[in-house]
């Protein structure tokens, strides 16, 4: 519980481990001849990772390897191995503790495929951007060729492939739910979240010769055992899932107390089941176990599959969450997937700590001159926070970070940006981001810690903003004006995503923002306009949006500058109707905004949205047979439609729209005039033609997603003036 924060270790307050004395490594490194020079026999760990290995705090196998090393261990890279063969998987030796195995920095099918599953053709987490140097759900991949390499070697997983699979799991690829992926990786132990405190504990008891079966006692972990210890209470998941008021509005996931007659028809023999109330015992919360529907149950039953959805966001509060629990096979077969409440946030100190480590901020010297697209993008940024309160249904941030802001000092993000001004090669004075999932979360918080102990809601600001939210931007205004005073500082632009519900909550910040620390064109994401679809999102109204536009707007105008808002919104997403996206277009063409990229949703795993997507019902409210059913636009026809509606404007696009618009019965809003979406002529050599038949126009859009990050549509607003106007620079984190 988040109580327990007061007496949980300090990350850096273990005795470091014997080999603390070979001391700091340049580069973790990821060779033999690496090894030898650093005067190692052996690493004490291996760090598998599907991404190249960047030495900067916004790679996670950096950030891991690093703070591993600061333990005293001996920590090796091996980055995006061959895995067609074990050998790459022996090139380091035989690690004396365990293999960690990670994806990347992204789930490895988000990170190939695009949303409507074609195959990437590069890899922003790859030297020169080369595709195919990671192969899918490589978490799996990665750990079965561990195993095979070393038999007998533990194996730890993590990333946000493994966070986000942890539990029985729709699979948008194969379009089927699949089982945890610790079953599928047979690995020892998975960590999910941001996963700092569980790997420092695990490294230091496997250290000191304890057994990866012995280690099932570490928050923000999940392992494999075969029953449940018998003083553990088992609750039955489908007995607490009962809405009630909390506060005005309505929350969706608070709960009230039933009486429960009926035991849980999965509950092992000899195991006690009582019913989740409020009147609970504190004593008996931290020996209790939620047993959520098997995977056979889930994989068979979209309702129980949504059921289990809500059930693992209801209980993601460290501060209030149990332990789940979650059958795998049948018989003799059968294994429980164990998963531990999320680990406690990490204290400001050991934040600061963590993101001053001696990383090297550039690419490992075995890529030569290659560029590394993801690591151009964020190698002036600056990481000031971690987590995310908005519970957007669509997005993992969330699920992995947790909504629990952890923050940095502001001497701390000060240090980082002199560091970056003296020491990163081709600095020009222009800091690209202050931010982290959010650009203006940093120091918020519940006003009440035993309020935010105890809260169930999968959102702060949703359906409004939380009255117990503290919504001041003071301490971040003061860091952005300390930044820019920096001698050599020419800069700070902000390139996370502004919450703007949280913005208009202080206009000061929005001025301080518009004046200074925009370059020209700001990016926000309204996702929806359509009170359907934002509903299934848990995003603000559009009036949310026009009163932070009217605040920008003045505040630009009275420093003298011209700039504008870029909103990007996503297509096909769970409650949008055809009806919506043309009320989105006809917005989009009123208000002069020509989108260049889109964004279809892409049911990622383990997302409310993805719940949505598979099942048809909502989770945000109980499910049962009989509860909301929920819009679902699948289907590629669909999903193109609704994507050629946020490109009104290409003539590839016309003739769909074209019968779409008759089939709607609003073929007025074909033609030439001003309030109308699409003309009825087409130009030659544009619209649908038979395959292959196509050739390039001028008309056609050759932009595409090469980032391998999620899209960051750009939208060019008529109104400027192309002498003044430039493209944004595209966005360095995910949303």
């Known amino acids: 519980m988040l109580a327990a924060a007061a007496v949980i270790k300090d990350i850096f307050s273990h005795r470091k481990f014997w080999a603390a004395r070979f001391g700091t490594a340049p ?80 789930d490895s099918m988000v990170n190939r495929y695009t949303s409507d599953r074609r195959l990437r053709s590069d890899d922003a987490y790859t030297p020169n951007a080369e595709g195919a140097k990671r192969p899918d759900r490589a978490v799996i991949v990665y750990s079965q060729r561990a195993r095979e ?46 996963a700092e405190r569980a790997i420092v504990d695990i490294a230091h008891r496997l250290a000191a010769r304890a057994t990866p079966d012995s280690i099932t006692d570490i928050r923000g972990t999940a392992f494999l055992r075969a029953a449940t210890p018998a003083d553990w209470i088992e609750i039955d998941s489908t007995r607490i899932d009962t809405p009630g008021a909390l506060n005005p509005p309505i929350d969706p996931y608070a709960m009230e107390g039933v009486t429960a007659k009926a035991a849980a028809p999965e509950a092992p023999k000899g195991a006690q089941v009582v019913r989740f109330i409020r009147e609970v015992k504190n004593e008996d919360r931290a020996r209790s176990v939620i047993r959520m529907p098997s995977y056979e149950a889930v994989a068979n039953d979209p309702i129980l599959y949504a059921h289990a959805s809500r059930i693992l966001h209801v209980e993601s509060n460290p501060g209030n969450a149990r332990a789940l629990v979650q059958r795998h096979g049948e018989g003799k077969n059968a294994r429980e997937v164990w998963i531990n409440p999320p680990p406690i946030p990490l204290t400001m100190k050991e934040m600061d700590a963590l993101y001053e480590l001696p990383y090297a901020r550039v690419p490992h010297p075995a ?22 309160f908005g519970g957007c249904t669509f997005c993992s941030i969330t699920e992995h970070e ?23 090669p081709g600095f020009t004075g222009v800091i690209s981001d202050l931010g982290g999932p959010t650009a203006n979360m940093y120091r918020l918080a519940c006003k ?99 009163k932070f536009k009217e605040l920008f707007d003045k505040f630009s ?76 636009p699948k289907g590629l026809k669909v999903r193109r439609l609704h994507k050629a509606f946020l490109r009104y404007h290409d003539p590839e696009n016309w003739p769909m729209l074209r019968e779409a618009l008759r089939r709607m019965g609003r073929a007025d809003l074909i033609g030439s005039g001003k309030r109308q979406l699409v003309p009825s002529f087409q130009p030659a050599g544009t619209g649908l033609k038979p395959e292959g038949a196509r050739k390039p126009t001028k008309y056609q859009n050759f932009r595409t997603q090469h980032t391998g990050l999620p ?15 430039k493209r944004p620079a595209r966005a360095a984190k995910a949303r």
């Not at 697209?373 to 995310?388: D, H, K, L, N």
């Not at 902000?494 to 206009?507: C, M």
């Not at 019902?617 to 047979?625: D, E, S, W």
């Open 27 to 106: 580069f973790l490194p990821m060779s033999r001849a690496e090894m030898d020079k650093l005067g190692w026999e052996e690493c004490d760990i291996i760090l598998v990772t599907g991404d190249a290995y960047v030495d900067h705090p916004s790679f996670g196998m950096a950030i891991v390897g690093r703070l591993l090393e600061a333990q005293g261990f001996r920590v090796g890279i091996i980055a995006q191995p061959d895995w067609h063969s074990v050998d790459p998987f022996r090139s380091l030796g035989k690690p004396k503790l365990f293999f960690g195995v990670t994806a990347g920095n992204m």
């Open 149 to 194: 390499a070393y038999p007998d070697v533990p194996i730890i997983i993590g990333g946000i492939e493994a966070s986000l699979r942890r539990i029985a799991h729709f699979d948008y690829w194969s379009e089927k739910v699949r089982r945890s992926v610790l079953v599928d990786a047979k690995a020892d132990i998975l960590v999910y979240g941001n």
């Open 367 to 388: 890529y030569g001159k290659a560029k590394i697209p993801a690591y151009e993008m964020i190698r002036f940024s600056v990481t000031i926070q971690r987590g995310c």
């Open 402 to 424: 947790g909504r629990i802001i952890q923050n940095r000092s502001e001497d701390s993000i000060i240090r980082e940006i002199e560091q970056i001004r003296d020491e990163v």
């Open 448 to 546: 009440s810690k035993e309020i935010e102990m105890s809260c169930r809601r999968p959102s702060c600001v949703f359906p409004a903003v939380c009255p117990n939210l503290n919504t001041d931007h003071s301490s971040l205004i003061h860091l952005y004006r300390r930044a820019r005073t920096l001698p050599g500082i020419k800069k700070i632009l902000i390139g996370s995503g502004v919450r703007y519900d949280l913005a208009v909550e202080s206009p000061e910040y929005v001025k301080e923002l518009a004046q200074h620390h925009v370059g020209g064109y700001l990016k926000i994401a309204p996702e929806a306009i359509g009170e359907g679809p934002l509903s299934k999102m848990m995003k603000p109204g559009v009036g949310t949006y026009y």
């Open 557 to 632: 105008k009275e420093a003298g500058k011209e700039q504008y808002l870029i909103p990007y919104f996503i297509a096909a997403h769970p409650g949008t109707t055809d009806q919506d996206m043309l009320e989105l277009a006809l917005w989009l063409k009123t208000n002069g905004f020509r989108a260049d990229q889109v964004q279809a949703f892409l049911p990622s795993p383990m997302a409310t949205a993805t719940a949505m997507y598979h099942s048809g019902k909502n989770p945000l409210r109980k499910v049962t047979r009989d509860s909301e059913d929920v819009i679902i």
């Open 711 to 725: 899209p960051s549509p750009v939208a060019r607003d008529r109104k400027a003036s192309p002498a003044k106007a």
